[in-house]
C-alpha cells in the first residue's frame, strides 16, 4: 500500500492544479448515481475551488456551475455566457476571455433581464462566498411553493401585493421625528420600504431603538441594527383569497384615520389558492401569547402553535440576545443577575424573578412569519409587532453580559416584576431610610409610555412626566433609573421649610428641568442619550448615579411597606426582593 501511494505521489507531484482539478470532474461525471454525486469527490472540489486561482474563461464556468449546484439551480453554457436557471428566474452571466465578468444580468419569469450591479461587483472582486449568499437570497426570493401553474399565480399576487405596498409607503405622512429614515421606520405606516428588485426581496424596517439608532453611522443605518421584515408568500393548508390586481382604490385616498381606502372584496380581483402571504421577521421576535393572538386577529389566519417554543420572555431575550454566548450561564439560573456598570464607580444590579415570568402571561414564543392575506393587514401587525418591540428593548436594556467593577462605592439594587402583558414594576431599595420605591412603567403601545413613581414622600406628576421623556427618548432601564435617583438626590439634598413646603430650590430647577424636558427633549437629554455609544463599558452617563431620600419607615405606604407580613406581589409567597436582598451581603449591610 506504501508503494502505490508513493507511486501516486511521484505520478501527480509534477501535475498542474488545472489537471488535478480536471480530473476531479471527471471522476465525478462518472459517479454511478447522478442524482447524488459522490459527496467525498464533491467536497474535493469544493476545496480545489477554494484556492485556485479564477484567470481563464473555462474555470469560471467551473465556479459558477458548482454555486448552482449548490444552490440547486440549473445551469447552462452558450458561448461566453452562463445561465443559472431556477423555476422563476435565471441569472445571466456575460464572461470575458480572461476570466472576468463583462455583466450581470437577473431576469423574473415573463421579464426582461435586469442589470444587477451588486452581483456583478461581487464576481469582478472574485468574492465567491458572499456571491453565494447574495444569490441564495435571490433563490429565495423566488421559492414559490407549488406546481408551475400555482407559482405563476402567487408570482403575480406577490408583485401586485408589493406594488400596493409602494402605494402605501408614498401616501402622505405627518413627520414626528427630525430624521426623515428613522421616522419612516418607526412611525411609517408600512415601515421604511426597501423597493423589491429583481435581485432584492421586498423589505420592510418597521422598528430601531434610540440606541442602536445611535450606534449607526449618521449617513445610513445598518440593517444588523433595524427590526425588519421580508414580504414573501407561503404554502398553506388552506386555500385563501389572494389578490390579481391592486387592492387600492384609484386615485389612492385616506380615511379618517389615514389609512389607505381600499377596495370592496367584490370590485376587486381575486383567487382562492392554497398559500398566503407572509411577513418573515428578521429576526424572529420574542413575543407574548396575548400578543400573538392578536396578529391572528387581524388577520384571521391562525399561526401555527406546533412551531413556537414557549419560555419565559425574559430567558427568550437572554437566549436571542446579541451576546447570547456570554449570557449562556444565565440561562439555567432561577433568578439570574444582570450587571450594568456605571461611571463614577455605581453599579445596577438587576434580577428578574424566575417565578413571576414563568406565569403563563408571561411566557412568550420566537415568531419567524406571520401569514396574512391583504395588504390592510400590513399597517396594523406592524403596530402590534412595534409595540412588542417596545417591551422586549426596555427589558433588553438592563439584561447585560457586563462584569461587575471591582472597588464600586455604591451598588444599587433593582428587582423587575410583570404586572400586566404592557407594563412591568421596578422596585428598589432607598438606602437612607428602611423602605422600597417601585416605579411603575407602563407601555400602552410603541409611542405611549408613561412611568408612574410609587413611594413615601413622593407624589410628584411632574416627576413622573420628566420620567416617561427620559424613558421615551432613551428606551433604557438603566439611564432612566439613573436620572431618577439624580433626583431624588436632588430633593433629597434641599432644604425644606415646614412653613414653605413648596418653594424650594430644588422643586424650582425639577419644574425647570421638567419643563425643558417637555419642550425639547433632545436637549435635556443629550448626556444621558450618549450612553448608548459605549456599550462596552456600560452606560457611559456624566454624573453621580446615587441616590437618597430621607424618609420615616412610619410614613411609608402600606403597599411598598417593608415589613414581614406585607407582599406587595401576591403571587410571590415569601416576597422575591427580600429573598433576593437576603442573599445580597452588601444589601443586607445597607439594610
Not at 204 to 226: H, N
Request: net charge negative.
Amino acid at each position: 500500500m506504501k508503494s502505490i501511494i508513493s507511486d501516486l505521489h511521484l505520478k501527480f507531484a509534477e501535475k498542474t492544479w488545472n489537471e488535478t482539478f480536471q480530473l476531479v470532474r471527471r471522476c465525478m461525471d462518472k459517479s454511478r448515481d447522478k442524482s447524488k454525486p459522490c459527496e467525498p469527490l464533491v467536497r474535493s472540489l469544493e476545496r480545489l475551488q477554494e484556492v485556485f486561482n479564477v484567470s481563464s474563461m473555462n474555470t469560471m464556468k467551473s465556479r459558477l456551475e458548482m454555486i448552482a449546484k449548490q444552490q440547486g439551480m440549473g445551469f447552462h453554457i452558450t458561448e461566453a455566457t452562463c445561465y443559472l436557471t431556477a423555476d422563476l428566474f435565471y441569472l445571466e452571466v456575460v464572461l470575458l476571455p480572461c476570466g472576468g465578468v463583462e455583466d450581470v444580468k437577473v431576469a423574473p419569469h415573463g421579464g426582461s433581464p435586469v442589470p444587477s450591479e451588486s452581483l456583478l461587483q461581487l464576481l469582478r472582486s472574485k468574492d465567491f462566498a458572499e456571491f453565494s449568499m447574495k444569490l441564495a437570497g435571490v433563490f429565495t426570493q423566488y421559492n414559490i411553493p407549488g406546481d408551475n401553474e400555482i407559482q405563476l399565480k402567487l408570482f403575480a399576487s406577490l408583485q401586485c401585493l408589493g406594488n400596493d405596498l409602494q402605494q402605501m409607503s408614498r401616501l402622505p405622512n405627518v413627520p414626528k421625528e427630525s430624521d426623515p429614515q428613522v421616522d419612516m421606520i418607526n412611525n411609517g405606516r408600512i415601515g421604511y420600504l426597501k423597493a423589491g428588485k429583481e435581485d432584492c426581496p421586498l423589505i420592510i424596517q418597521f422598528y430601531i431603538s434610540p440606541t442602536d439608532e445611535m450606534k449607526t453611522s449618521d449617513l445610513y443605518l445598518t440593517d444588523t441594527a433595524v427590526q425588519a421584515a421580508q414580504v414573501t408568500v407561503g404554502a398553506s393548508d388552506v386555500a385563501h383569497k389572494l389578490q390579481m390586481a391592486s387592492a387600492i382604490s384609484q386615485p389612492p385616498q385616506l380615511d379618517p384615520q389615514g389609512y389607505p381606502v381600499f377596495l370592496p372584496l367584490i370590485e376587486a380581483q381575486y383567487e382562492m389558492l392554497p398559500a398566503c402571504f407572509l411577513l418573515k421577521l428578521q429576526p424572529g421576535i420574542p413575543m407574548m401569547p396575548s400578543f400573538v393572538n392578536k396578529l391572528s386577529q387581524i388577520t384571521d389566519v391562525t399561526i401555527p402553535d406546533v412551531d413556537l417554543q414557549w419560555a419565559p420572555l425574559p430567558k427568550l431575550l437572554i437566549r436571542h440576545s446579541p451576546s447570547t454566548n456570554s449570557l449562556k450561564e444565565k440561562l439555567d439560573e432561577q433568578d439570574p443577575i444582570f450587571t450594568v456598570p456605571l461611571p463614577g464607580g455605581v453599579m445596577h444590579s438587576y434580577v428578574l424573578p424566575g417565578a413571576a415570568w414563568e406565569v403563563p402571561a408571561q411566557r412568550g414564543a420566537v415568531v419567524d412569519s406571520i401569514p396574512f392575506t391583504h395588504p390592510a393587514h400590513v399597517p396594523a401587525l406592524l403596530e402590534l409587532l412595534r409595540h412588542q418591540c417596545a417591551i422586549n428593548t426596555l427589558l433588553r436594556s438592563c439584561i447585560t453580559s457586563q462584569r461587575a467593577r471591582t472597588g464600586s462605592v455604591r451598588d444599587l439594587h433593582f428587582e423587575v416584576l410583570p404586572e400586566s402583558e404592557t407594563s412591568f414594576s421596578v422596585t428598589f431599595h432607598r438606602p437612607d431610610t428602611d423602605s422600597l420605591a417601585v416605579l411603575l412603567v407602563n407601555v400602552s403601545d410603541s409611542h405611549q409610555i408613561s412611568c408612574t413613581l410609587f413611594g413615601a414622600g413622593i407624589g410628584d406628576p411632574s416627576l413622573d412626566e420628566y420620567l416617561s421623556t427620559v424613558m421615551k427618548r432613551c428606551m433604557s432601564l438603566p439611564v432612566t433609573l439613573r436620572t431618577l435617583h439624580s433626583k431624588l438626590e436632588e430633593i433629597t439634598s434641599a432644604p425644606l421649610s415646614p412653613r414653605h413646603p413648596a418653594t424650594t430650590e430644588a422643586e424650582n430647577d425639577h419644574s425647570a428641568a421638567s419643563s425643558t424636558a417637555a419642550t425639547d427633549p433632545n436637549s435635556a437629554l443629550t448626556a444621558i442619550s450618549e450612553s448608548a455609544s459605549v456599550p462596552e463599558d456600560g452606560l457611559s452617563v456624566s454624573g453621580s448615579a446615587c441616590y437618597a431620600m430621607s424618609v420615616a419607615k412610619s410614613e411609608l405606604l402600606p403597599e411598598i411597606n417593608i415589613s414581614p407580613a406585607v407582599n406587595p406581589y401576591p403571587f410571590t409567597p415569601v416576597g422575591v426582593f427580600s429573598h433576593w436582598m437576603t442573599k445580597n451581603s452588601q444589601l443586607s449591610e445597607l439594610i
